[in-house]
């Protein structure tokens, strides 16, 4: 069962309704097949109009929307072969990151990203997918091995933002995160990133600073989340619609402001309607990418990465 959006109730009760009828026309000699068939026409289209002009913060809730396919859904449905690998090897495990080798379109990559998790558990243990120091560091890590095996480096962005506890603070976030950074933009192999559900603040641009951008469709990516601006700005998280208009969070906005370099599509209704059209779409997309930069020596590939970055916000 999918679960709507409060901004989808019309086609949630439409969606009722069929079920109702579905229901009535089992085991029963009434033939109301025409008029499911109406209903489930004029659901598709409620749908395709609705999501055709999504305000900013509706797209932020269908970001972060609990049935939204995360990294491991994407592994298991655009990746083969995946074989994770763990640790930093300078402190311990940090699931909210997930990396590996995995084959991608018959190529060897490196796959690092943020999970979310999808029930309570699963959450939990992935610490909603806001990383640790640890976390960053096992990326720098994968990182430095996909460089030295020659094999390029796709990232799935997805977080709210780094874990900003104590315990965190402890442990070098900042300069993990800074360092991160760092690694993604010396790589001497292709990167290609995406952002897949919300990309927050510096806890995504750590595994997103690749020398090429993508971001689906209903994503969002900006520096904090719209309820943190709205505090800041406002006194209140109550102003979050506003805030989530004026920080052009959208890949729409943000591939007029040239921070992002392609939109890759969504399925009607958004990604968590059809994962696994969506992984395909994603994987064709990665796939184009890669093969666009695989002619490029390593100091292009540097090179390439600083004038991108160096360019955003130039007139």
């Not at 709507?4 to 085991?27: N, Q």
């Not at 969002?220 to 006194?235: D, K, Q």
């Amino acid at each position: 069962m999918i679960s709507f959006l409060d901004f989808e109730k019309p086609i949630a009760e439409l969606e009722s309704r069929i079920a109702e009828l579905r229901t009535t026309a089992d085991g029963s000699d009434l033939d109301i097949g025409g008029e499911i068939g109406r209903l489930e026409k004029k659901s598709a289209q409620m749908l395709a109009a609705t999501y055709a002009k999504l305000t900013p913060w509706q797209k932020t809730q269908v970001a972060r929307h609990p049935q939204r396919p995360h990294l491991v859904d994407y592994i298991r449905l655009a990746f083969t072969d995946f074989v994770p690998l763990a640790g930093d090897r300078t402190f311990g495990e940090d699931a909210a990151i997930i990396g590996g080798l995995a084959m991608l379109d018959g190529r060897k990559v490196m796959v690092i990203g943020h999970e979310k998790g999808h029930d309570t558990p699963s959450r939990i243990k992935h610490n909603f997918g806001s990383a640790k120091p640890e976390g960053y560091r096992k990326a720098i890590r994968l990182m430095g091995m996909a460089s030295k095996f020659g094999l390029p480096v796709v990232s799935l962005v997805d977080t709210a933002g780094a874990f900003p506890g104590v315990e965190a603070e402890e442990r070098g976030q900042a300069e993990a995160i800074a360092r991160s950074t760092e690694a993604c933009l010396a790589l001497g192999v292709p990167m290609v990133a995406v952002i897949v559900g919300e990309g927050g603040s510096g806890g995504a641009i750590a595994i997103a600073a690749a020398n090429t951008v993508l971001m689906l469709e209903h994503a969002v990516y900006s520096v904090i989340s719209p309820e943190g601006a709205s505090s800041i700005l406002w006194r209140t998280a109550d102003k979050a619609a506003d805030a989530a208009t004026a920080m052009k969070v959208t890949a729409q906005d943000l591939l007029g402001l040239k921070v992002i370099d392609a939109i890759v599509p969504e399925p009607s209704g958004g990604a968590h309607r059809d994962p696994a059209a969506t992984a395909r779409t994603l994987a064709e997309a990665v796939a184009r990418e890669l093969d666009a930069l695989s002619g490029c020596s390593p100091s292009e590939l540097v090179r390439q990465r600083e004038e991108r970055f160096l360019a955003i916000g130039s007139l």
